[in-house]
C-alpha cells in the first residue's frame, strides 16, 4: 500500500476509534515502550512508509488515547494547568506543603502581614493572599 493511502487508512482507523480511558476522539496509540523507542510509534511507522501489517502489529501492543489522557501517561504535560500534578509534585511549585501550611497558621495567628510572609519565603505578596483564599494549594487544609 502506497504512504498516502497507508495514511488515509490509518486516520480513518484513528476516526473511529475512541480514547481507551474517557471515550474522547482517539490522538494517539499509546505503548510505555514508545518512550524508550520512539522509532515504534505508530505516526513514525507511518512516516518512514513501514508496511500496514507492521504498522497494524504495533497497534495491536497500543492503547488508543485522547490528546489529554495520552499526554497523562506520558508525564509531557508537566505544567500548572496539569491537575494530576498538585502540590510539591508540580515542577513549577516555588513553595512546599509544609511552608503553604506555615504561611496559613501564621496568617490566621495574625503576628505578620502578608508582605512580611512573601519576603520570608521569597514569593510575592499575590501568592500569598491566593493561598489564604484558597486559589492556590486548594487540596491543603
Known sequence: MSLPRTREYI???RARTPCANCGSPMFDWHNEEHAANP???VSQLVNRGR???IILAEIATCTPLCRRCHMAEDRRML???NTR???ERNPKAHLAEQDVLEIRRRATVGDVNKHELAGE???TSGTIG???NRTLWKHLP
Request: hydrophobic share 50%; no cysteine; glycine share 14%.
Open 85 to 87: 500534578l498538585l502540590g
Open 79 to 81: 505544567s500548572v494547568h
Open 11 to 13: 486516520n480513518a482507523l
Open 130 to 132: 491566593r493561598l489564604l
Open 121 to 123: 519565603f521569597g514569593v
Open 39 to 41: 522509532k515504534r510509534r
Open 51 to 53: 508496511p500496514l501489517g
